[in-house]
């Protein structure tokens, strides 16, 4: 079983930065760990993930260039976001599920463990 406990949420103005961490337990390998977000009355966005073996990164157009996604040896996942917008704004989660082809899963159905999210707002 994956056990995922997120941090980091919080407050900043537009241009700031936060990092959010995920503490993680695992029970097998061939994870991949993400970061979703979702805004009121919006659909839930994959911006970042990683598989926990290669520790290949994949980003999000909306998100490449200002948020790096990272894993520790103890496998927490942590999330650097710079550079935000006020369109940022919004309840991040962090994931975990199998990888079952060459790359991890995009889409937030495809991952079967969720943090309980923290929130992120922006202000202009």
């Known amino acids: 079983q994956v056990q995922l406990v997120e941090s980091g949420g919080g407050s900043v103005q537009a241009g700031g930065s936060l990092r959010l961490s995920c503490a993680a337990s695992?029970?097998?390998?061939?994870?991949?760990m993400a970061w979703f977000r979702q805004a009121p009355g919006k659909e839930r966005e994959g911006l970042a993930n990683?598989?926990?073996?290669?520790?290949?990164p994949y980003y999000a157009a909306s998100v490449k260039g200002r948020f790096t996604i990272s894993l520790d040896n103890a496998k927490n996942i942590y999330l650097q976001m710079n550079s935000l917008r006020p369109e940022d704004a919004a309840m991040y989660y962090c994931?975990?599920?199998?990888?079952?082809?060459?790359?991890?899963?995009?889409?937030?159905?495809?991952?079967?463990?969720w943090g309980q999210g923290t929130q992120v707002v922006v202000s202009s």
């Open positions: 695992f029970t097998y390998n061939s994870y991949c």
């Open positions: 994931a975990a599920g199998r990888i079952k082809g060459p790359n991890c899963p995009r889409n937030p159905g495809e991952y079967t463990y």
């Open positions: 990683i598989y926990i073996v290669t520790r290949t």
